[in-house]
């Protein structure tokens, strides 16, 4: 049983942060609040709307903390969240990948920096407001990653990257609650952020242009270049090659007398490739940067369920452990737009085994 009953929780000025931490003091925690301070707005362009660590979401963080008679501050991690997140999502895209800056912020600044923080403080625990549950195995003595109650709503392909002491010091109080009870007792409490809704956007890209943020924020511009066929016949004049994800169909601008997919990008040759549907699918990648949760590493070729996407379902895979730390996964039926940057997530059922970083995919 866990003592030292006293956490910092994580508000992002969501309903969902701001009901864990309602939980919390129920259930007898000593409790203080914290919003990271991420970035300005005015430094982005935006106003705030629909995204997370806004002014309004301080503000709001601020009102139910208030309402809640809990202690509550802001840290300033805007240096921080440029070197870790927002410089390395430009990097990423600028190799050629497509990176997840969400899954990012959890490693880097929610259950890293704050858990640092909390502890300074005498603080024995992070409490965020994701859905997901943590459980410790009684044979091995290791904390567990599982899915949350709520299927619609499970955040763990997201918090993949957490290491045995974060989740020794994370609760996740929402794990085994459904979001719409959850919203509506938030409703009852009369919480500010009640009918809020869910962050979707990445928060530091203003109105979804990722390209127009790295422009601006690098000052470099992306020079057009040539679309190619299969075959490698020029089709096309692209608009930069950071601009395309593999498995994108739509703003591509070419008159092909069919639909037609990005399949493939050169970033030294700034060229775009596409071809059909059928040339998205691959059934083996490799990852690496892996982080093993269930247990301690992977020593032999083992089936696990594999996702290549937030949104994805999970599939079949062996997963087969390299010399070099990385693993190949070979999928047992191909796969649609296996992406560089983005994660692989392993699952064993309802729980977290693990994850990683895409590296490449082939056939």
Not at 46 to 71: K, N
């Amino acid at each position: 049983m866990r003592e030292n009953k006293s956490a910092l929780i994580a508000m992002s000025g969501g309903v969902d942060s701001s009901m864990a931490a309602y939980f919390m003091l129920k259930n007898g925690y000593h409790c203080e609040g914290t919003t990271m301070r991420l970035y300005r707005n005015e430094d982005i362009g935006r106003c705030g709307f629909r995204t997370c660590c806004s002014q309004r979401d301080i503000d709001d963080a601020s009102e139910v903390a208030f309402q809640l008679d809990m202690p509550y501050e802001v840290l300033d991690f805007t240096m921080d969240f440029r070197q870790q997140i927002m410089e390395k999502f430009i990097r990423i895209y600028e190799d050629g990948g497509t990176p997840n800056p969400c899954i990012d912020c959890n490693r880097y600044m929610k259950f890293d920096k704050l858990l640092k923080f909390a502890q300074k403080k005498n603080l024995n625990y992070v409490v965020t407001g994701h859905y997901a549950r943590i459980e410790r195995d009684a044979e091995t003595g290791r904390y567990l990653l599982k899915k949350a109650l709520d299927d619609t709503k499970d955040q763990s392909y997201a918090l993949y990257t957490m290491t045995q002491n974060q989740l020794a010091h994370t609760l996740f109080p929402l794990g085994g609650l459904r979001k719409k009870e959850v919203r509506e007792l938030a409703e009852r409490l009369h919480f500010v952020n009640a009918r809020k809704h869910d962050s979707q956007d990445i928060c530091f890209v203003p109105h979804g242009d990722y390209t127009k943020f790295m422009e601006e924020y690098t000052g470099r511009r992306y020079p057009s270049g040539d679309f190619l066929d299969e075959k490698g016949t020029i089709i096309g004049r692209h608009t930069g090659a950071v601009r395309y994800t593999i498995g994108q169909r739509k703003g591509l601008g070419l008159n092909m007398g069919e639909a037609v997919y990005v399949c493939e990008k050169s970033m030294k040759d700034n060229t775009v490739t596409v071809g059909p549907e059928s040339a998205l699918y691959t059934k083996n990648l490799i990852a690496e940067d892996m982080n093993w949760i269930s247990f301690e590493t992977l020593k032999k070729p083992k089936e696990f369920q594999a996702k290549t996407r937030y949104r994805q379902s999970e599939q079949k895979a062996t997963v087969f452990p390299l010399t070099n730390g990385q693993v190949r996964v070979a999928f047992h039926i191909p796969q649609r737009a296996i992406t560089p940057g983005q994660a692989l997530v392993l699952y064993d059922g309802d729980m977290v085994v693990g994850g990683g970083t895409i590296v490449t995919a082939f056939t």
